[in-house]
């Protein structure tokens, strides 16, 4: 295990573990992650802030010929992007339907490994790579553990179809009226100064829920907002983490869904 870990599995060191950033305890889950990767693999690579190291270790580990014979898949265009610059090969679920490891982050996980994701706008591309996943290694830090759903009082995203997004809009905020939900659409300020609605990598938008108390039955809201017509997908992934790697301030906690 490399020296970035050094901080946090030696815990008696306050003084050390106190000056980790957020932006460290990413990198150390993700490089954590990667230790999961063995060469051969097919592996989905995450999109976001934490998934961004992981896509970047291995890179470093193909280069010094640790890892071999690697085809990642990414989620996104940036990851892409991202991947293409650090030589990795890539490939696609057409070509790869079965993907032997995905890596990637969350934006909530609650106790039983359910997860928020797609606040960046990747979610549907997320969840068909991850859900063609053997195992989906899930990588936070301890700000993104909530008790529930929508803890955290941050966006629940869905992506819907452009074609009058303000009527799915409504439908989601009527579905969740019971938990005080708030559905917004999300929008980006252009250069001049105004607002137009974020686009995903499919050409759709986004409709950010934010609620203010518990869902309840995880499944039938799922099942709920599919069921809308205009809905593609949302960004909640239940029952598909199979591992949560946590960085904290006082070390590392690995926690298998099936162990």
């Known amino acids: 295990m490399g020296s970035t870990f050094d901080p946090l599995l030696t815990p008696a060191d306050d003084s050390a573990a106190v000056t980790l950033t957020q932006d460290d305890l990413k990198r150390i889950a993700a490089y954590k992650a990667v230790e999961y990767v063995e060469s051969g693999m097919v592996v989905g690579l995450g999109t976001g802030s934490t998934a961004k190291h992981a896509v970047s270790r291995i890179s470093e580990l193909l280069r010094e010929g640790k890892l071999r014979d690697i085809i990642g898949i990414p989620t996104s265009t940036t990851t892409h992007v991202q991947a293409i610059s650090l030589g990795i090969p890539l490939s696609d679920l057409d070509s790869h339907p079965v993907v032997d490891l995905s890596i990637d982050g969350a934006d909530e996980v609650d106790p039983a490994l359910n997860l928020v994701k797609g606040r960046g706008g990747s979610l549907l591309r997320e969840k068909m790579v991850e859900g063609a996943s053997k195992k989906f290694v899930v990588i936070v830090d301890e700000s993104k553990l909530v008790k529930h759903i ?98 904290g301030k006082f070390g590392v906690t690995v926690k298998d869904r099936f162990g």
Request: proline share 3%.
């Open 150 to 247: 929508g803890g955290s009082g941050l966006a629940v995203p869905v992506e819907v179809v452009p074609f009058c997004c303000n009527f799915t809009r409504g439908k989601l905020e009527e579905l969740f009226r019971g938990a005080g939900c708030k559905a917004k659409l999300r929008v980006k300020v252009g250069s001049g100064g105004g607002e137009t609605a974020a686009v995903t990598d499919n050409g759709n938008y986004v409709v950010d829920l934010y609620l203010e108390r518990d869902i309840g039955d995880l499944d039938a809201a799922s099942e709920a907002i599919l069921r809308l017509p205009g809905v593609v997908e949302h960004g909640m992934f239940l029952g598909m983490a199979t591992t949560l790697i946590v960085a």
